[in-house]
């Protein structure tokens, strides 16, 4: 049995606190699959989870941290063996299973992809959910059939984790791209991933007219709340506009308006659940799309002690990009 550092959420009838704790294998969940965890990240999830500003655990202890890249050390899982390098994005883990906040996991192999050779675990990482969510956005606006050629693209929350990959990405697949942040100092970060544009964020963060001046063909929204609204009713006919994130709010007090008059098209994405084949092909196009020098604008590498208290951080809107973490 060997001991290892985790990230525990504990909860008892003083609520739930997320403190390091030394653990042995022998506490950790079912699995066919063995890793030593080499890096994880922090999402906008994971802060909520160990600042409980939302039920995002579904269960308790957790070890919170819904990425994670490592080495198989034992496998009964028919596609793994020891030795292989892979990478682990949602599926529960971190919420319903335990996750990437530590030096070890056990997890089921159908959760797991096989790293790209392009790909080192670190890179795995900063790139991790963010990356994957903002690879699903840019595939389903590409499946709607959308092209650079119809217009311009707008990314809201733009210096986050997801809306830095979506500028990336999407700048990557010729999108003349307008990036909307909160952020006003970050424009030249914003620039320098391929922003044409930078538009502030209090433009849409107020109840607007049902429709607006057309300016976008496509988007990329991870806010919601009324600046997806907003977004929605600037629009042009027939463009369509990938919803991802919730930093803004849950709600959606909008009108149907572009839907009916533009023929504009809202496509919900999601991440979570494990649809292998959509994650293989986003992960194959991450690899080939984005070079190293890429990844490492976006992101930053922290140790595990920094851990905790970046992950509180990001709930108050302090990260920029993505923040890796070594378990090493
Ligand atoms: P980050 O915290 O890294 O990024 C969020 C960004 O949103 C911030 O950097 C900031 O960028 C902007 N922002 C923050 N607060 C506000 C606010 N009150 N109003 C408007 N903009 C704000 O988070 P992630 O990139 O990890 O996640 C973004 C969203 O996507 C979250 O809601 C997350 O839950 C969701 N998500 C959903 C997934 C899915 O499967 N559907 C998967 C992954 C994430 P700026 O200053 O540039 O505006």
């Given at each position: 049995?060997?001991?290892f550092?985790?990230?525990r959420i504990?909860?008892?009838?003083g609520g739930?606190r997320?403190?390091?704790?030394?653990m042995?294998?022998?506490?950790l969940m079912?699995?066919?699959?063995d890793?030593?965890v080499?890096f994880?990240?922090?999402?906008?999830?994971?802060?909520?989870a160990?600042t409980?500003?939302?039920?995002?655990v579904?269960?308790f202890?957790?070890?919170?941290?819904?990425d994670?890249a490592?080495?198989?050390t034992r496998?009964?899982h028919a596609?793994?063996?020891?030795?292989?390098?892979?990478v682990?994005t949602?599926?529960?883990v971190?919420?319903?299973?335990?996750?990437g906040?530590?030096q070890?996991a056990r997890?089921?192999?159908?959760?797991?992809?096989?790293?790209?050779p392009?790909?080192?675990?670190?890179?795995?990482m900063?790139?991790?959910?963010?990356g994957?969510?903002?690879?699903?956005c840019?595939?389903?606006?590409?499946?709607?059939?959308?092209?650079p050629r119809?217009?311009?693209?707008?990314?809201t929350g733009a210096?986050?984790g997801?809306g830095?990959f979506?500028?990336?990405l999407?700048?990557r697949a010729g999108w003349?791209?307008a990036?909307v942040?909160g952020h006003?100092?970050?424009?030249d970060?914003?620039?320098?991933?391929g922003?044409?544009?930078?538009l502030a964020?209090?433009e849409?963060s107020a109840p607007?007219r049902?429709?607006q001046?057309?300016?976008?063909?496509a988007?990329?929204?991870?806010v919601?709340?009324?600046?997806?609204v907003n977004?929605?009713?600037?629009?042009?006919?027939d463009?369509?506009?990938?919803a991802c994130g919730?930093v803004?709010g849950m709600?959606f007090?909008?009108?149907?308006a572009p839907f009916?008059?533009?023929?504009v098209s809202l496509?919900?994405?999601?991440?979570?659940?494990?649809?292998m084949?959509?994650?293989?092909?986003a992960?194959?196009?991450?690899?080939q799309?984005?070079?190293?020098?890429a990844i490492?604008?976006?992101?930053e590498?922290v140790?595990f002690?920094q851990a905790?208290e970046?992950a509180?951080?990001i709930?108050t809107?302090?990260?920029r990009g993505?923040?890796?973490?070594d378990?090493?």
């Amino acid at each position: 049995m060997t001991d290892f550092r985790a990230i525990r959420i504990d909860k008892d009838d003083g609520g739930a606190r997320a403190a390091y704790v030394e653990m042995r294998e022998a506490e950790l969940m079912e699995g066919d699959v063995d890793l030593d965890v080499a890096f994880s990240a922090i999402n906008y999830k994971d802060g909520l989870a160990v600042t409980g500003k939302a039920p995002v655990v579904r269960r308790f202890p957790m070890i919170p941290g819904i990425d994670l890249a490592g080495r198989v050390t034992r496998s009964a899982h028919a596609d793994f063996a020891p030795g292989d390098l892979v990478v682990a994005t949602g599926c529960g883990v971190g919420e319903a299973h335990f996750g990437g906040f530590a030096q070890k996991a056990r997890l089921s192999g159908d959760w797991l992809v096989k790293l790209p050779p392009a790909l080192t675990p670190a890179r795995a990482m900063a790139i991790g959910t963010a990356g994957v969510t903002a690879m699903f956005c840019l595939l389903a606006l590409e499946r709607h059939g959308l092209t650079p050629r119809d217009g311009d693209a707008v990314v809201t929350g733009a210096s986050g984790g997801v809306g830095s990959f979506a500028v990336a990405l999407l700048a990557r697949a010729g999108w003349r791209i307008a990036a909307v942040t909160g952020h006003p100092a970050e424009a030249d970060y914003l620039k320098r991933l391929g922003a044409a544009d930078i538009l502030a964020r209090d433009e849409f963060s107020a109840p607007g007219r049902l429709l607006q001046t057309q300016r976008f063909a496509a988007g990329v929204d991870t806010v919601g709340g009324a600046t997806l609204v907003n977004i929605l009713a600037q629009t042009r006919f027939d463009g369509a506009i990938a919803a991802c994130g919730n930093v803004a709010g849950m709600e959606f007090a909008g009108s149907v308006a572009p839907f009916i008059l533009r023929g504009v098209s809202l496509l919900g994405v999601e991440s979570v659940r494990p649809r292998m084949a959509l994650r293989r092909a986003a992960w194959a196009r991450l690899a080939q799309d984005l070079d190293g020098d890429a990844i490492d604008a976006m992101s930053e590498i922290v140790s595990f002690d920094q851990a905790l208290e970046r992950a509180r951080a990001i709930v108050t809107d302090k990260i920029r990009g993505r923040v890796v973490i070594d378990l090493g």
